[in-house]
């Protein structure tokens, strides 16, 4: 058990570093740095980029090498260059702190770390998955909380730097207890020879499309919780608060997951969070009335719990094991271009009509897109054939 525990210590770090604090400095790196919301939401989104062309290397390196390079030489190398990124300023720093935190997310990120969960754990996958991302809910109740109190206490340079040590120990620690078996083989098979199922099968076709709207959603909810809440008169101090309430909630989304889709199945378990997402997201505009901030907190804490897991459960459905890794970091590229898309789009309504309306429409509209999505049904059930 202790490599998955290392898995999720390293999930708690590597999310609640960049993606997790960016809402919290949100409005200290602007101010700092003298730069637009729209200029911060493209920092961010080529963050979530590099984070998904990164994933496709890492997942692929998993399936042909093991994890060891990625865990103890990709991770930390971000980690750094995200700790280097507080000592600079203007452009440099933009620069840094997307490219530090990409390559975090490329090396710490769900879509490397499930396939690992997988591989490392002794239990079956849903259970491997579902524990993994247990550990993951307790990210944003943690990290949110320490980002705020540091920046608050020791400003914003140290509520960067403190949290990119921890993760780079993170990393570490991982890549020594991580110890994956793979299968010697004279050539590996192509990349895009691995790659080739996600575009014939018509399962995977719209479990894409609809991971891609729902991280549009996510992403863009996620960035803009905090600007939000304080926007309808909570301080950044309670804001900053109810938005690691949320993240805690997270943990009624996933407890419950495994007996839950043994009842109802994980597709539609996916189609009915995605709907409540995208409504639990209004009653955030409305977040000044503590009934409407707390609607918000729990359900869309529960859903965004829950999905986590989900689509990493339905995905190993549809996908063999053997590529599992490679295929899963495809998926997460394509769904990191819709949470760079997510908060770039969405910073620049929020700067051009001067609302925080906007953001959460964005919210409201990909989400429930994303459930009709995933509630269509193809022509063809078949299971994906990867030639090796």
Same mark, same amino acid.
């Given at each position: 058990m ?5 898995l !999720? @210590?390293?999930?708690v ?14 409005n ?6 003298? @730069? ?7 920092a &961010? ?6 984070? !998904?062309? !990164? ?9 042909v ?5 990625v865990l ?10 995200y700790?280097?990124s ?22 710490g &990120?769900?879509s490397?770390?499930?396939?690992l ?15 993994l ?15 705020e ?5 020791y ?15 993170s990393f ?12 010697p ?6 990349l ?15 479990f ?17 919780? @905090? ?7 909570i ?15 997270q943990l009624?989304?996933?407890?419950p ?11 539609r378990?996916?189609i009915?969070?995605r709907?409540v997402l ?7 505009l ?5 009934a ?32 599992f ?13 819709g ?19 906007a953001?959460?429409?964005?919210v ?15 022509s ?9």
């Amino acid at each position: 058990m202790l490599p998955l525990h290392s898995l !999720g @210590v390293l999930t708690v770090l590597a999310y609640g570093t960049w993606f997790y604090g960016f809402g919290v400095l949100f409005n200290d790196l602007s101010d700092f740095h003298g @730069v637009s919301a729209s200029t911060l939401g493209i920092a &961010f989104g080529i963050a979530q980029l590099i984070s !998904g062309i !990164g994933a496709v290397a890492t997942g692929r390196r998993l399936d042909v090498f093991g994890p060891r390079a990625v865990l103890g030489i990709i991770g930390p190398v971000g980690a750094t260059i995200y700790f280097a990124s507080s000592f600079a300023t203007g452009t440099m720093f933009l620069t840094m702190y997307s490219l530090g935190g990409g390559l975090i997310g490329a090396a710490g &990120f769900y879509s490397f770390t499930q396939p690992l969960a997988v591989r490392v754990s002794a239990t079956d996958s849903t259970r491997a998955i579902t524990r993994l991302t247990i550990w993951g809910a307790f990210s944003s109740p943690v990290m949110i909380p320490l980002t705020e109190v540091l920046r608050a206490h020791y400003g914003w340079e140290t509520a960067v730097r403190l949290p990119a040590v921890l993760t780079m120990m993170s990393f570490f620690v991982a890549a020594l207890l991580c110890h994956v078996e793979v299968a010697p083989t004279e050539k590996p098979p192509a990349l895009i020879t691995s790659l080739r199922g996600v575009l014939g099968n018509s399962r995977l076709r719209l479990f894409t499309i609809g991971a891609f709207l729902s991280s549009v959603a996510a992403s863009t909810l996620l960035v803009f919780q @905090v600007p939000t809440m304080t926007a309808a008169g909570i301080s950044t101090g309670t804001a900053a608060l109810l938005a690691s309430v949320r993240g805690f909630m997270q943990l009624g989304g996933r407890l419950p997951l495994v007996y839950a889709i043994k009842k109802f199945t994980a597709p539609r378990l996916i189609i009915v969070a995605r709907y409540v997402l995208g409504i639990s997201a209004l009653f955030l505009l409305g977040s000044g009335n503590i009934a409407f901030a707390m609607t918000y907190i729990v359900f869309a804490g529960i859903t965004l719990g829950a999905l986590s897991a989900l689509d990493g459960v339905a995905a190993r459905d549809i996908v063999q094991p053997e590529v599992f890794g490679t295929v899963m970091g495809g998926i997460g590229l394509i769904t990191t271009l819709g949470g760079a898309f997510g908060p770039i789009f969405s910073g620049w309504l929020k700067t051009e009509f001067n609302s925080s309306n906007a953001p959460i429409m964005i919210v409201f509209i990909t989400a429930c897109s994303a459930a009709i999505v995933f509630s269509i049904q193809p022509s063809s059930e078949q299971a994906l054939a990867t030639q090796p």
